[in-house]
């Protein structure tokens, strides 16, 4: 097929679309920031940890290295958690679906 | 009670005894959670099918099970179990001080238990990690499995950071009398330790606390974990704003009726009678009594709600409940307890240590069952009979049985384990029983 005809073509694909096509798509309204669960989660639920994480660094007594240990630990921990996690399920799909899970096999 | 003083030498002797009594523990322990993962090999085998609970065209149309079921009772203990530890810190509860850790632990053996219950439960478990992590930033919009993965990680990461914090001002005074073998363990746990900390941390400690006292209750299982549920309107087993309190009242009958089980064990093991006293275990016995009694208000709203002139669905639902016999068989061992609780606070001389503890397992075995009912009814009576053609009915394949042995044997591991690292039972509780810190204790700081 020629550029030209190529190009025809996807032209009238595109035409064609603009009264047959329905329109819908599958993740409208549920994709890009944000959305209600963003708002629960992060405006709402978690509040009480970034009032927590603040009061570590202000307020009496307080010191910038303790605050900040306290601050690895979370981070630590949570990276230890998820990693660990991400180590079984990797063996699991070695050992029982014949590779690694997608994207990594 | 005992009048002998309490001393390190008595929070030390987990760490530094090994009796056959604690072989033999974690022999049986550990041959039940290998019994399971037995199962849990043959399951990934050969699909989720083999447990019935892969197939939306058998068992009634029941997908979610004892797994299910299990994965809130076991969140309901962690949750339940941190609101206790915190209280006693936020809230002057100093006489529970000896079981706050023991309370911790419970937590993150309980949130274990649910997070490999989740793994447990997926057609594709090696996917788990992959997929939550690279479509979170879609999927946290809208889905309420998604909300709890965070909630359950950001509990996890605040229980063992509060427990972190609070483990190096007693490594730091115990480490001579703790075993050289684990140094590099110590070392860790330690990490940039300076007595000038303890200050600090005592307030840091406070304020997760303070986060955990409002999370836990009102947000997460009092919020998210029945939301999982309550936000369903076409299961009416499931729908509905009392499902907040309903969770967090059974939480806290199951944290309490834990922590009295694994206090009643290591006092028993280690002559704890003088540290965690009876006095401990009746304050415990009554705070079951209490949450057992807004655990069956709240089971009286419901089921009043589903026969007073219902709607078709709800009617259903209530109806489906009540005439189903393990339903009765678990509010009876709620209503029991509680009529022993009411009892022997009418008259003491009826409160003993083996009855407590009697009464722990039967409302920790009542609640398993109300979770396991709760998740299989929600399926069975549904809006417009959806599952109304499918064969068959719920009934728990010889793994999922396995899975709550194994469950309760991993669970028991980490505490016979962890007991053999660090102190159980705080520093600070021995200090303050025997009134080395002022009146109000040292754990009340400033906020």
Avoid: C
Avoid at chain 2, 299 to 314: C, D, R, W
């Amino acid at each position: 097929m020629s550029l030209l005809a190529g190009a025809l073509d996807v032209t009238a694909s595109a035409v064609a679309n603009l009264p047959l096509y329905h329109g819908y798509e599958p993740t409208s309204g549920t994709t890009g920031f944000s959305g209600p669960g963003t708002w629960i989660i992060f405006g709402l639920i978690l509040m009480p940890v970034y009032v927590m994480t603040i009061s570590w660094f202000v307020g009496n007594p307080s010191d910038e290295k303790t605050g900040l240990l306290g601050v690895v630990y979370l981070v630590g921990i949570t990276a230890n958690m998820w990693v660990g996690m991400l180590i079984l399920t990797v063996l699991i799909g070695l050992v029982f679906y014949g590779g690694a899970p997608s994207p990594l096999g | 009670m005992s009048a002998e003083t309490p001393s390190e030498a008595d929070i030390l002797r987990p760490v530094n005894t090994l009796t056959k009594k604690w072989v033999a523990l974690v022999a049986i322990a550990g041959l039940a959670f290998a019994l399971f993962l037995v199962g849990w090999a043959y399951q990934l085998q050969k699909g989720l099918v083999v447990t019935g609970l892969g197939d939306w065209g058998s068992g009634g149309g029941v997908t979610w099970g004892v797994y299910i079921g299990a994965f809130i009772w076991w969140v309901g203990i962690a949750h339940g179990g941190i609101i206790l530890s915190a209280a006693v810190r936020l809230l002057g509860m100093e006489r529970y001080m000896p079981v706050a850790r023991m309370a911790e632990l419970l937590t993150l053996g309980g949130l274990s238990a649910a997070g490999f219950y989740i793994l447990v439960h997926m057609g594709r478990p090696d996917r788990m990690v992959t997929s939550v992590i690279s479509h979170y930033h879609i999927t946290v919009h809208n889905s309420p499995l998604v909300w709890d993965v965070t909630v359950i990680t950001a509990y996890f990461v605040l229980t063992a950071t509060y427990l972190g914090l609070t483990i190096r001002y007693d490594i730091v005074r115990l480490r001579d009398d703790l075993p050289d073998i684990l140094e590099p363990v110590y070392k860790i746990l330690t990490f940039g330790y300076s007595e000038a900390e303890d200050e600090i941390i005592e307030r840091m400690v406070w304020w997760i606390a303070a986060a955990i006292i409002i999370m836990a209750p009102l947000l997460l299982h009092g919020g998210v974990i029945p939301w999982l549920f309550s936000l369903l309107a076409t299961y009416p087993i499931w729908d509905g704003g009392i499902q907040g309190p309903m969770f967090l009242a059974i939480a806290l009958t199951s944290a309490i009726s834990g922590v009295t089980i694994a206090a009643a064990a290591f006092t028993r093991a280690y002559d704890w009678h003088h540290i965690i006293t009876r006095d401990i275990f009746r304050g415990l016995l009554l705070w079951l009594g209490f949450f057992s009694l807004m655990l069956l208000w709240f089971q009286l709203q419901t089921i009043i709600n589903g026969v007073y002139f219902p709607g078709v669905a709800a009617l259903e639902a209530a109806h489906g409940k009540l005439h189903a016999p393990l339903y009765m068989v678990s509010m009876g061992l709620v209503a029991g307890s509680l009529m022993y609780i009411f009892a022997q606070a009418l008259r003491p001389e009826l409160f003993t240590k083996t009855r407590a503890i009697i009464t722990a397992f039967a409302v920790l075995s009542a609640t398993l069952i109300e979770k396991v009912l709760f998740v299989v009814e929600g399926f069975l009576y549904v809006q417009f009979s959806m599952y109304s053609g499918v064969p068959g009915t719920y009934v728990p394949s010889l793994i999922e049985i396995a899975s709550i042995l194994g469950t309760i044997g991993m669970v028991a591991l980490i505490f016979l384990f962890v007991s053999k690292m660090i102190p159980i039972v705080e520093l600070h509780s021995i200090e303050h029983l025997r009134g080395d810190h002022d009146e109000h204790g040292s754990t009340e700081v400033e906020a």
